[in-house]
């Protein structure tokens, strides 16, 4: 193998700036850190100088492509949920929007004070335009069967107290 004596001088001054590289890198006092995950950065629980422990949480991460919602169900509505049911998802910062996601949970516990059960929903967010703690409102379809009639409130009439419904045949 021949080498010219421009290679040997460029092999150098590649080990030389390596090494130098090296060297700053251990006596910076600052640290590249990697994350095991990928995602955005949504905490930062550190700041400039200070001391950290190995076991210390220094950054929470998260992949914002896919969220948890969390909706407050009234009680009289526990009827309509159930895991795996769709859930439209609206808010008021993008209006035009719907999210869409699946039931993956609900609570076994009542919020005494509101009378409100927590239904966690998962919602696929590919723009990423739900953020962490936005305000938001689900719609749950009731499903209603096939082979029963269903009609508006509104087109019920009180006869003698009773709810009553006209059908015009023919």
């Given at each position: 193998i021949v080498f010219s004596q421009k290679d040997l001088e460029d092999t150098k001054a590649a080990i030389r700036d390596d090494k130098i590289k090296k060297i700053r890198e251990f006596l910076s006092p600052y640290y590249y850190i990697q994350s095991p995950v990928s995602g955005k950065v949504l905490t930062r629980d550190l700041s400039l100088g200070e001391h950290i422990e190995i076991q210390?949480?220094?950054?929470?991460?998260?992949?914002?492509r896919r969220v948890w919602v969390l909706l407050d169900a009234m009680e009289k509505y526990l009827r309509f949920i159930q895991k795996k049911k769709e859930v439209d998802i609206f808010t008021d910062g993008y209006p035009k929007?719907?999210?869409?996601?699946?039931?993956?949970?609900?609570?076994?516990?009542?919020e005494p004070e509101l009378r409100t059960v927590k239904i966690r929903v998962e919602v696929n967010n590919p723009k990423e335009l739900l953020k962490p703690e936005m305000f938001v409102r689900g719609k749950i379809k009731k499903g209603i069967k096939k082979g029963f009639l269903s009609i508006s409130e509104k087109a019920l009439v009180k006869l003698s107290g009773i709810d009553a419904v006209f059908v015009i045949e023919g």
């Open positions: 210390k949480s220094i950054f929470k991460i998260s992949d914002t929007e719907v999210f869409k996601g699946t039931v993956i949970n609900i609570s076994q516990k009542v």
